[in-house]
């Protein structure tokens, strides 16, 4: 089942002309969970403002759920739950009172129980009691998933949750995460963090200058673009850079006195190695590394710019 999808989607800032998204097509299916990556100012906070309603779009079509978001606000409203970049906090509640408050806009009653489970889950049980501007900055981003999540949407939108959020807290997060995904829920989440996305996400979105420029499962995406791996060789005794002249073709580079790493095609390995064999054969330690979604997106936004 399809549950958000955007056709044609165009945004242009009224203020200063500015083009913050050009032809927006995305399809996002029941149970996905995809990352949005995008350098700063790429549209991705625009997109996801555009979702929650909080802006309005210049043209295209959004629907989720099924629903028409220009027809059904309500419905959309309902399906959605959105962790904002920013948000303006209701300092003067209890963090208690604020999810009790935004469960009854959604007109759900006497669900105490489910507030308290989330809050456990989101290590903010003790903390029930104390006003929003009590908490942390990282508290703060658990509470916003808590007062997202307090009507049980259907689709999860994070944009940038862990930024601010110390390591612990980030795998903590991310279990959270990765359980509310195994339940179905559908997640989209946008992240500096590649690692993070490479980590939790089946489906990458990369969007660029307002424009989608890769929209696909991960694997496939690694496999397009992430044709290379990295071979670090260790020797028994130093390494002479001259001494691999030869292999030259293979980004040879000497990285530490006993080192050397190559840069290959998958497909050459076996060359590599053979060739590498031949020339020495007292390795004390090999690595093969396949290239991280780092790489390739760092790739993607070059390619783009060239
Ligand atoms: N209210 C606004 N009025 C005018 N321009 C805006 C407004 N909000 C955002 N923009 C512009 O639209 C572009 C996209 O901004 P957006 O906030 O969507 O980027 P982003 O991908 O979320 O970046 P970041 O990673 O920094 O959060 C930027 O050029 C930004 O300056
Ligand atoms: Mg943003």
Redesign the pocket.
């Known amino acids: 089942m399809r549950m958000l999808i955007t056709e044609g989607l165009n945004m242009i800032?009224k203020?200063?002309g500015?083009i913050?998204l050009k032809d927006v097509n995305i399809n996002i299916e029941k149970g996905e969970f995809a990352a949005l990556l995008?350098?700063?100012?790429?549209?991705?906070?625009?997109?996801i403002n555009i979702l929650s309603g909080n802006v309005k779009k210049t043209s295209g079509k959004i629907y989720i759920g099924g629903y028409d978001l220009d027809k059904n606000e309500l419905e959309t409203k309902k399906l959605l739950g959105v962790v904002p970049?920013e948000s303006g906090f209701d300092n003067f509640f209890s963090v208690e009172e604020v999810l009790k408050k935004q469960s009854g806009y959604f007109g759900i009653k006497r669900n105490k129980e489910y507030i308290h489970h989330l809050l456990n889950q989101l290590n903010l049980f003790e903390k029930r009691n104390n006003y929003i501007r009590e908490l942390s900055g990282g508290m703060k981003r658990r509470f916003q998933m808590a007062k997202a999540l307090v009507h049980k949407p259907e689709i999860f939108i994070l944009?940038?949750p862990t930024a601010g959020v110390d390591i612990e807290m980030r795998h903590n997060m991310y279990d959270f995460l990765l359980e509310l995904h195994k339940s179905g829920l559908t997640i989209i989440l946008?992240t500096?963090y590649i690692e993070e996305a490479e980590r939790l996400c089946d489906r990458i979105m990369v969007?660029n200058s307002?424009e989608i420029v890769a929209d696909e499962p991960k694997e496939i995406l690694m496999d397009r673009f992430g044709r290379e791996v990295r071979v670090s060789i260790c020797f028994d005794g130093p390494v002479d850079a001259q001494e691999w002249e030869s292999l030259k073709k293979f980004h040879a580079e000497v990285t530490h006195h006993n080192q050397i790493d190559f840069k290959v095609d998958k497909a050459k390995l076996p060359v590599l190695l053979n060739a590498i064999a031949l020339k020495r054969g007292d390795f004390v330690d090999i690595s093969i590394e396949r290239e991280k979604l780092e790489d390739v997106y760092l790739q993607l936004i070059k390619s783009r710019k060239e």
Not at 39 to 44: F, I, L, P, R, Y
């Open positions: 800032y203020k200063d500015k913050a995008g350098q700063n100012g790429a549209g991705k906070t625009t997109l970049q944009d940038e946008t500096h969007i307002g």
